[in-house]
């Protein structure tokens, strides 16, 4: 690669190569899994991602320095008047700059405040929010992330912001009914095509004020997760239906308990049963945060927090697993769940499956084994030290 943060592509060539690997197919892929994500799956931090921006954008040197990049940044904020903060604050720009461009993550919020300063397009700002952040990308329904999009789309800095933002809190909401609960792409559709005259978009906004600060996801994601715990109840109801010869529960009654016991058989417990802690896994240096626990499992059922794309992704992976049918070659099962899992992942509004980030990746691995949740399940408890399993 000429350029050292090319890791998506980077990330896409050694899968492709690993998956042309006839050991992928067969008992003992576990090692080249592991191999694999050692070698070319390691987590990108947003750092890295901000860099390709800047470098990208300016045609800088692809080997620029953090200071040669800061220097751009500090430049763009001062050239366009935007602060370190949405709110007060007293963090000089030089700290801000460096802290972006030197640590794993940052906050949402700040990402869009890098928007302004460095004058991103949507597009700009959605691939830093999914792929930098694995967030989802720009948010319709919460009326601060909606001005943003509006000033990214129409070329406007960070005063126009500010104007908006003001207009808005003094606007009075001009119809009873809420666009909240509205399907999220199709309010996406709705306000851009307001978007073309500033009072009507704001006029639409004034039907969202009164749930700004919500974090509910979209409906379309909770009714992909539905369908798909769904089906892996099924799955575990007729399992048990086969191995027992007698009555089972509805598929209803299968649990969180159940459906953990199904995804992580492999897992050690502690004394309580619970699935020993991700921090002792040799994985939990290139992800963390991915397990459905039945703890987990419990809020997501119950709206105590958010689904993740890596639940989606979790539960799509299973199904896949226990299909009976199979493509034979291992780059067509691949394809075939990455087909199945990108399906889900749009009808959900989100975006397509990323191998840059190493579970997307380490799912994409398993799925080209013949025994994809064996293959699956092994890594997982084998990840932990002998004397914990």
Aim: with cysteine.
């Amino acid at each position: 690669m000429a350029c050292s943060l090319e890791f998506t592509a980077a990330s896409r060539e050694a899968l492709e190569k690993a998956l042309s690997n006839p050991q992928i197919s067969y008992q003992g892929a576990e090692e080249l899994i592991l191999r694999e994500l050692e070698a070319h799956h390691r987590p990108i931090p947003f750092c890295d991602y901000l860099r390709r921006y800047i470098i990208r954008k300016t045609g800088i040197p692809t080997d620029a320095s953090v200071d040669e990049c800061a220097a751009i940044m500090r430049s763009s904020f001062r050239e366009y008047g935007v602060p370190t903060s949405f709110s007060s604050s007293t963090i000089r720009l030089a700290t801000f700059v460096r802290n972006c461009l030197t640590q794993r993550t940052i906050s949402r919020e700040n990402v869009f405040l890098l928007a302004f300063g460095l004058r991103m397009t949507p597009d700009d700002v959605n691939e830093l929010l999914t792929h930098a952040l694995h967030e989802e990308e720009i948010y319709f329904k919460n009326t601060f992330e909606a001005i943003c999009w509006y000033c990214y789309a129409y070329g406007y800095g960070y005063s126009k912001y500010r104007q908006m933002t003001e207009c808005l809190d003094q606007m009075e909401r001009t119809s009873l009914h809420s666009l909240f609960d509205e399907d999220t792409g199709e309010l996406r559709r709705y306000l851009t095509s307001k978007a073309s005259a500033e009072e009507k978009f704001l006029t639409a906004l004034t039907r969202l004020k009164e749930h700004d600060g919500t974090l509910t996801l979209h409906n379309s994601i909770r009714i992909e997760y539905a369908a798909l715990y769904r089906e892996v109840q099924e799955i575990i109801r007729a399992d048990k239906l086969t191995k027992s010869s007698g009555h089972t529960a509805p598929p209803t009654e299968i649990t969180p308990t159940d459906i953990e016991k199904a995804l992580y058989p492999s897992v050690p417990r502690d004394s309580f049963g619970n699935l020993l802690p991700e921090k002792a896994s040799a994985l939990s240096v290139f992800f963390t945060g991915v397990r459905l626990t039945r703890h987990r499992l419990g809020k997501l059922n119950t709206n105590l927090t958010d689904i993740t794309r890596y639940d989606l992704l979790t539960l799509c992976f299973y199904v896949f697993s226990c299909e009976a049918e199979k493509p034979l070659l291992a780059e067509d099962r691949t394809s075939s769940f990455g087909k199945a899992a990108n399906a889900v992942l749009r009808r959900a509004g989100l975006w397509n499956i990323y191998p840059a980030h190493p579970y997307e990746a380490f799912l994409l691995l398993c799925a080209a084994n013949e025994k994809p949740f064996e293959v699956f399940s092994k890594v997982m408890g084998d990840s932990y030290p002998l004397s914990k399993r």
